[in-house]
């Protein structure tokens, strides 16, 4: 057997670094010399970079470059986001409402707040697809809650929410709507004034730029209302201390800006290959399911439920195709993913739930040898799961 073709199907836990995003982070790591807040020339040229950065990062979600906080990434700006803003609350125990699809760096940052005491949380149901419904925010919010903070995009199914009308209930109650769009910018269109977000966090993996590197963008008054979680020098108007990384947040911009302009014909290509691997694979595949609701999604993603095949075996047995499960390793025993869980899938069925995540690289050749490796992983994994009784 020759070489086999190696497909990375796992955009949505990282995408791969573009060589244009390395091109423009080389001359940093190469000729970048000096802390971006020293005054001499060196770190001068250095604190350039970061301004164009901040400017490119601020274009792709339409918000003003003064109003970009960097990060070390989208868990950093969404713990910054909620514990900031409880800490700078004007009440006692302020109520924080999330959703119950959100990722871990929302979740366990409110079970922690609500654990210690400083604040109380109720969670946002969602639709069995997937999605808070407006109406649901409407239905809790109330006077006493200060932040609300729904994902524009699932990073295990894709599903995306509405944002715009979700945002209206929750300025109508006075409140602050945070939004984790890590998973949506870049991929299609999104702004803070067309959103309503007062505060958006954002990856530099999710779009073809570095790891390790984001930001939480708001708008100038939402900004005002944080308080920092990491203290310092004072770095990022006071919000988050740290001599800045230079070449991550040049990578984060040039990322920033290629999205821009790619987003939409990316999207084009991307979600035509997505919808003919599911075809494929819901034609080729007894017994196949979709998680979600497949008709507000990314154009990049796609969740199925292969009944009767254990998804962690169905992915190792995939290699060298790489998709993932959303089931999470906690206190020694494999978990399902908490996603599923929350719109009603059971327990059973979130074992089974595989995801498939594709992306700027990826190509016909790769969709073929993923439709291929799928059904015969599927397929052997149930005959062995029979076998087995
Ligand atoms: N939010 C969402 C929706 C994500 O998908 C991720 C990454 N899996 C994060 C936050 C965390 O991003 P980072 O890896 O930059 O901390």
Sequence with gaps: MGVQHEVYLDYNGSAPLDPRVAEAMLPVLLEGIGNASAVHRFGCRQAAAVDHAREQVAALVGGRSSDVVFTAGATEANNLALHGAVLAAPVDRPRILISAVEHASVRETAQWLSDQGIAKVDAIPVTRGGVVDPDAVGMMIDSDVLLVSVMAANSETGVLNPVAKISERVHAAGALFHCD????????????????????????HKICGPGGVGALIGTR????????????????RGLRSGSTNVAGTVGLGAAAEIAVEERNSEAERVSGL??????????????????GDSSRRLPNTASFQ?????????????????????????????????????????????YESVRFSLGRFTTDADIDAAVEGTVTAVDYVRAMSRENG
Excluded at 274 to 291: F, G, S
Excluded at 316 to 345: F, K, N, W, Y
């Design 181 to 204: 769009a890590t998973q949506m910018v870049g991929r299609l269109p999104f702004g803070l004034q067309e959103s309503g977000a007062d505060l958006v966090s954002m990856s530099g």
């Design 221 to 236: 008054q939402s900004l005002r209302q944080l308080r920092p979680v990491i203290h310092g020098g004072g770095h990022e």
């Design 274 to 291: 997505r919808d003919r691997m599911v075809a494929e694979i819901k034609e080729r595949i007894l017994d196949v399911y979709e998680n």
């Design 306 to 350: 292969f009944a009767g095949a254990d998804a962690d075996a169905v992915v190792t047995q995939m290699d060298p195709i790489a998709v993932s499960t959303g089931s999470a390793c906690s206190s020694g025993s494999i978990e399902p993913s908490a996603v599923l869980l929350a719109m009603g899938v059971s327990r059973e069925a979130a």
